[in-house]
């Protein structure tokens, strides 16, 4: 199946810091990314929607000007989460869909932010 | 109200028992149902999807009642390697929504 790649898998930041992830697809072109947070215990909630080439949209509640995502090319979208504090710890997951019509996301291994 | 509601369980089983998991979602307009496996701290990964029909995969069933808004997976002959939590997922449009998930515990 299709490989996607995130890094780093693990960051622990103080207060204030930005925080920059990554999301690549490693076998194939990523028209679609998709970026997910789960708190313990909770279900995946969806971020942002992300197309290569334009501006990612942002479900409701969650702050575009604090989570910036950039999706330059159609392997790499990545996530930075701009003055980081401790209520941002969490899971961040990313997934990644091929050809437009397609149903199925590959998920990345995530990546776990603590923020002292 | 949440979109896809699971039982959060732990469902704690022995090795061998077959165990089933329920889902329900609320809007009618949902396309595509399907069950992840995640394991603690990692991705999930996509166990099947579900169709109104019903489909099989080994030891795994799912069903889909569209007239219920509901979904079930059955596990049969369970084995060490199936403790896991499992999630039901729906979509709407191109975005896929996840219930909170039910823990499933397997013991020898």
């Known amino acids: 199946g299709a490989v996607v790649s995130q890094h780093p898998s693990w960051v622990i930041c103080k207060s204030g810091t930005s925080v920059k992830i990554e999301c690549r697809s490693l076998?194939?072109?990523?028209?679609?990314m998709f970026w997910y947070r789960q708190f313990p215990k909770q279900s995946l909630m969806l971020m942002a929607t992300?197309?290569?080439?334009?501006?990612?949209?942002?479900e409701q509640g969650v702050e575009k000007d604090k989570f910036l995502i950039n999706h330059a090319s159609l392997t790499l979208s990545t996530l930075t989460v701009t003055s980081a504090h401790p209520e941002d710890s969490s899971f961040y997951i990313c997934?990644?869909?091929?050809?437009?019509?397609?149903?199925?996301?590959?998920f990345g291994p995530g990546t776990r932010l603590l923020v002292l | 109200r949440k979109e896809v509601e699971q039982d959060p369980g732990p469902f704690n089983v022995p090795e061998g028992a077959t165990v089933a998991f329920n889902c329900t979602y609320s809007?009618?307009?949902?396309?595509?149902f399907f069950w992840y496996r995640q394991d603690c701290r990692k991705e999930p990964k996509l166990l099947m999807s579900?169709?109104?029909s019903g489909n099989e995969d080994g030891r795994f069933t799912a069903q889909l009642n569209r007239a219920s808004q509901y979904i079930s997976l059955l596990i049969r002959d369970s084995k060490l390697s199936d403790s896991a939590t499992y999630l039901c997922?729906?979509?709407?449009?191109?975005?896929?929504?996840f219930g909170a998930g039910t823990i499933l515990r397997v013991k020898s």
């Open positions: 997934s990644a869909r091929g050809l437009v019509g397609q149903e199925t996301q590959y």
């Open positions: 076998d194939f072109q990523a028209t679609t």
């Open positions: 992300s197309n290569e080439g334009s501006k990612a949209t942002y």
């Open positions: 809007n009618s307009a949902s396309q595509s």
């Open positions: 579900v169709y109104s």
């Open positions: 997922v729906v979509t709407y449009g191109n975005k896929l929504v």
